[in-house]
């Protein structure tokens, strides 16, 4: 609960139309989502990135804000914030067709303070290449080794690394001959 707390300005963009959120959540992560205004007073709308059974869609559910309660429309559940409600559907997706996430970088950061800079870039977050699919936090702490330089990334460019190295190996003979 305490990630999601921490991360909310970066999920919910209550000024997101039903065409930002399904563009900015198109080629995220199975389960990474957006909670909004909708078009119709007291409510709002979870906007969802499905999985391959479901086709890779964005699905949109309708969230009632009734008596200072919150629930998906015609689900029996109701929670006493839009944060307990993410957590929910978070942790079991009794009544979704996906269980919702956080995107990797947010879920894989050590750091309370480091979660706390990433909200500060709100709905600009979905924008940087941190909040693609399968980004980790790479912040190094105390506790943790450095990754080694065998170890690779899916988003790194292995194919170019031999390349770059000959050219700087080919540089510095130069230079020195």
């Not at 970066?10 to 399904?22: K, Q, V």
């Not at 709308?45 to 804000?65: M, P």
């Not at 996430?101 to 979660?115: G, K, R, V």
């Not at 980790?136 to 790194?156: A, F, G, V, W, Y």
């Amino acid at each position: 609960m305490e990630r999601l707390l921490r991360t909310k300005p970066i999920w919910f963009l209550p000024h997101t139309t039903r065409e930002e959120a399904a563009q900015i959540l198109h080629d995220k992560d199975s389960g990474n989502f957006i909670i909004r205004e909708a078009n119709k007073k007291d409510t709002f709308a979870l906007s969802v990135k499905l999985g391959s059974s479901h086709g890779f869609v964005v699905h949109h559910y309708i969230i009632l804000v009734m008596e200072g309660r919150v629930a998906l429309e015609d689900s029996d559940l109701t929670f006493d914030n839009i944060v307990s409600l993410a957590f929910h559907y978070s942790s079991v997706c009794d009544e979704m067709p996906e269980m919702l996430c956080l995107p990797d970088i947010l879920e894989s950061a050590d750091s309370q303070q480091y979660l706390m800079s990433l909200a500060l870039l709100g709905k600009a977050f979905w924008s940087y290449p941190m909040a693609r699919p399968g980004r980790r936090s790479l912040l190094i702490t105390e506790n943790k080794p450095m990754l080694h330089s065998s170890e690779s990334n899916s988003d790194q460019c292995d194919d170019t690394s031999p390349r770059i190295k000959e050219r700087s190996e080919h540089k510095l003979k130069k230079r020195t001959s």
